[in-house]
């Protein structure tokens, strides 16, 4: 018996290592099955976004190598491509970030459409591109937000960037009709009236940009581009004192860091958004 004992644990060891050996394949096949799972899949986002890409900046390597290791786990998860392309937004670099939200939509477009719209109206100014995302989306979910805003708020900003004043219109109409809500009851975003003003003004009809963007500013007092925009109204309804004292208003604000009070405003411009120089430029016109 005492033979035959070490040849028995050279044996077992030689069938464990076997099996470790066997091991990584069936955790990969495990794995594959797996990455349909939503529970797995949530736990993974868990593992590398929440406890990982999320306790770094941005602008670290890490977030991108966390993002690439989800997505090598994993690479089904839209999610995983967004937060890649994220950084990449921030910074400016659209030709590296466009594929990976692409990708994005094409895995999931219910959650990920109208955000690809968002950032051709607003970041890369593809204002036919973005009317696209949103014209489909609102097919798919005709309730739907994005930014806190509804996508006929963003069509209009599309249509009222690219001239087509009459599509802009409806556009904000729809826009005010559904955040007022089938009871009538709810409150316009003070930005939907902002740019009702805006294009009143562009097409001359500037009693009712005066009262958009008087709206606005009750709801906003400190709006610098509502004041701005009213004093232009006003000046061209031949009122000097109101203008200026709209400018004076629109000038504290920008001094005091008031701005359109949009997330992103930060890392690209909003449309008809201003500075300090066109009010400068403006008090300059009506001192003339």
Same mark, same amino acid.
């Given at each position: 018996?005492?033979?035959?004992?070490?040849?028995?644990?050279?044996?077992?060891?030689?069938?464990?290592?076997?099996?470790?050996?066997?091991?990584?394949?069936?955790?990969?096949?495990?794995?594959?099955?797996?990455?349909?799972?939503?529970?797995?899949?949530?736990?993974?986002?868990?593992?590398?976004?929440?406890?990982?890409?999320?306790?770094?900046?941005?602008?670290?390597?890490?977030?991108?190598?966390?993002?690439?290791?989800?997505?090598?786990?994993?690479?089904?998860?839209?999610?995983?491509?967004?937060?890649?392309?994220?950084?990449? =937004?921030?910074?400016? !670099? /659209? @030709?590296? +970030?466009?594929?990976?939200?692409?990708?994005?939509?094409? $895995?999931?477009?219910?959650?990920?459409?109208?955000?690809?719209?968002?950032?051709?109206? =607003?970041?890369?100014? !593809? /204002? @036919?591109? +973005?009317?696209?995302?949103?014209?489909?989306?609102?097919? $798919?979910?005709?309730?739907?937000?994005?930014?806190?805003?509804?996508?006929?708020?963003?069509?209009?900003?599309?249509?009222?960037?690219?001239?087509?004043?009459?599509?802009?219109?409806?556009?904000?109409?729809?826009?005010?009709?559904?955040?007022?809500?089938?009871?009538?009851?709810?409150?316009?975003?003070?930005?939907?009236?902002?740019?009702?003003?805006?294009?009143?003004?562009?097409?001359?009809?500037?009693?009712?940009?005066?009262?958009?963007?008087?709206?606005?500013?009750?709801?906003?007092?400190?709006?610098?581009?509502?004041?701005?925009?009213?004093?232009?109204?006003?000046?061209?309804?031949?009122?000097?004192?109101?203008?200026?004292?709209?400018?004076?208003?629109?000038?504290?604000?920008?001094?005091?860091?008031?701005?359109?009070?949009?997330?992103?405003?930060?890392?690209?411009?909003?449309?008809?958004?201003?500075?300090?120089?066109?009010?400068?430029?403006?008090?300059?016109?009506?001192?003339?």
């Amino acid at each position: 018996m005492g033979k035959w004992w070490p040849l028995f644990l050279s044996l077992l060891g030689v069938a464990q290592v076997g099996h470790a050996q066997q091991q990584p394949a069936q955790d990969q096949a495990a794995l594959a099955k797996d990455c349909s799972n939503k529970v797995y899949q949530d736990s993974l986002v868990a593992r590398y976004l929440d406890r990982g890409a999320h306790r770094v900046s941005y602008l670290s390597p890490q977030w991108a190598q966390y993002c690439d290791s989800l997505i090598a786990a994993c690479p089904t998860i839209a999610y995983a491509y967004q937060q890649k392309a994220m950084p990449l =937004i921030k910074c400016g !670099d /659209y @030709a590296k +970030a466009f594929p990976l939200i692409d990708q994005a939509v094409a $895995l999931d477009v219910n959650r990920w459409l109208a955000y690809r719209g968002f950032l051709k109206c =607003i970041f890369t100014k !593809d /204002y @036919a591109g +973005a009317l696209t995302d949103f014209r489909r989306v609102a097919q $798919l979910k005709p309730q739907g937000r994005e930014m806190d805003h509804t996508y006929a708020f963003f069509m209009g900003l599309c249509n009222l960037e690219m001239g087509k004043y009459k599509d802009a219109e409806a556009d904000f109409a729809e826009d005010m009709r559904l955040q007022l809500g089938a009871d009538g009851r709810g409150e316009i975003h003070f930005n939907t009236l902002l740019y009702a003003g805006v294009l009143a003004l562009k097409k001359k009809q500037y009693p009712q940009a005066q009262t958009h963007l008087e709206r606005c500013l009750k709801a906003y007092s400190q709006h610098p581009e509502a004041n701005y925009y009213l004093a232009l109204a006003y000046q061209a309804q031949g009122k000097p004192a109101l203008a200026r004292q709209h400018l004076a208003a629109s000038q504290r604000a920008l001094i005091g860091g008031y701005r359109l009070n949009e997330d992103n405003i930060y890392y690209a411009n909003y449309p008809g958004q201003i500075t300090e120089f066109e009010v400068i430029q403006a008090q300059k016109k009506l001192a003339d």
